[in-house]
């Protein structure tokens, strides 16, 4: 791959009439459909800078052929060059240390970056207990990643925070038109699975071969809540992957049980409960459809947690996901005891708050039960939501009580 020129920015890209407004109110994506003009034949991952229609400066970004055609990087006329990235990296190390999870005694797993969240888009970085796990979403930040590690080291050094090693984890999140064909791989160091703490429970997280980086950490203040009303409850864990949600309401419940189609995920479902508890007759595993499981557990439960996958990662999917959505919060409407609670949850980017709770909404008319919303939680803040870029707030909760 091409090394990136941060020091010459002769490629730009020049807008149509009208299609400036979105830049100016400072959202961090320019689409494809805004270009009027491309100079400079730019390869992916170049950086460009962009102007109106009449040849305003408007902001400097990371260029890709596709839907998203440039990510930006700045709306300042300035060079992206190693400084830069520093003083960006800095800043969301910095906001995680006012979080309190830098320095924090019980919790050694933390998102250290987000990418629009931080104003680096395209790139995402999970801290695990001295391992940092980097994933690029875009030709761009591939291109940098080694010179992100170095500033990552050094910046987190300087909070003495040690790094043990940086592993990239793009293989599967670059954009397969890129024809970059990335490996996942140490950047510095190595490292076996580690063992992680948050909020003083242990998990064990295979970074290599588990989902996304390794752990959700999204979830964590989420997964308090669930503590907190899982007293005395039966608990159905649905999804479970790595049993973090299970972890939190053993420490309150009379009974919780496990649910994943994954054995992998289900034998570490059980290793983190061992963990924390040892043999626990409170706790019972079992490999199966989350749905057909729902569908055979009437009243059996009174505190439901819905966790699946994206059902959705493009708009051309969307109203399957929506209807995935209203079957299984039907089902667990259905057939929870009456005075139960539901956790239930969207990851989908391109479901909105306002369609997540629609079909919500749907399933629980369908039921006929009378249903409360007690709370609407999200991701945790160290996933923070950039004001300018709505499509951040991608986790949507709503705690039910159902009567």
């Known amino acids: 791959m091409r090394i990136v020129n941060f020091y010459m920015i002769d490629k730009k890209i020049i807008l149509k009439s009208g299609k400036d407004q979105s830049v100016r109110r400072y959202h961090p994506w320019i689409f494809s459909g805004a270009i009027k003009k491309i100079y400079g034949n730019p390869a992916e991952g170049d950086i460009v800078e962009v102007y109106d229609n009449k040849e305003e400066f408007l902001a400097v970004g990371h260029y890709q052929p ?7 990087l700045s709306f300042e006329k300035i060079v992206p ?56 979403h875009s030709a761009g930040m591939y291109g940098i990643r080694k010179m ?27 954009p397969y038109k890129s024809g970059i064909h990335p490996v996942n791989e140490f950047i510095t160091g ?20 588990g989902q996304k980086t390794g752990f959700f950490i999204d979830q964590r203040e989420n997964r308090k809540l669930v503590q907190e009303y899982s007293s005395r409850r039966y608990v159905l864990n649905l999804f479970g992957y790595t049993g973090s949600f299970s972890v939190y309401a053993m420490k ?3 009974l919780v049980h496990t649910v994943d189609s994954s054995g992998p995920a289900i034998a570490l479902a059980d290793e983190n409960v061992r963990l924390n508890y040892g ?4 706790h019972t595993s079992y490999q199966a459809d989350a749905f057909d499981f729902l569908a055979s557990s009437e009243n059996k439960y009174d505190l439901i947690i819905l966790d699946p996958p994206a059902f959705a990662k493009h708009n051309d999917v969307l109203s399957n996901a929506l209807q995935g959505y209203k079957r299984l919060n039907m089902k667990a ?28 909404f749907v399933s629980a008319a369908n039921t006929g039960r009378k249903v409360k919303i007690i709370s609407q939680p999200g991701q945790s803040p160290d996933h923070p939501v950039n004001i300018y870029h709505p499509e951040s707030e991608y986790l949507k909760g709503l705690v039910l009580y159902i009567e």
Not at 66 to 72: L, N
Not at 279 to 282: C, E, G, K
Not at 338 to 351: A, L, M
């Open 190 to 209: 190595e490292s076996d699975p580690v063992i992680v703490t948050e909020n003083g429970y242990k998990f064990r997280v295979d970074f290599i071969t």
């Open 81 to 136: 060059d190693r400084d830069f990235f520093c003083k960006i990296i800095s800043a969301a190390v910095e906001y995680r240390l006012k979080l309190g999870l830098l320095n924090s005694e019980n919790t050694n797993v933390f998102r250290l970056i987000h990418a629009e969240g931080d104003n680096l888009p395209g790139l995402i970085a999970d801290y695990y207990n001295g391992v940092v796990v980097i994933q690029m």
């Open 148 to 174: 992100i590690a170095e500033i990552l080291t050094e910046v987190l050094d300087k909070h003495d925070k040690k790094v043990k090693a940086i592993y990239d984890k793009s293989e599967a999140t670059v």
């Open 279 to 282: 043999t626990d007759s409170r």
């Open 252 to 254: 309150n419940a009379a």
């Open 66 to 72: 596709a839907s998203i055609a440039v990510r930006i």
């Open 333 to 360: 409407i259905e057939n929870i005891k009456p005075g139960g609670i539901i956790f239930t949850f969207s990851c989908s980017q391109v479901v909105t708050k306002e369609n997540f709770r629609k079909s919500v």
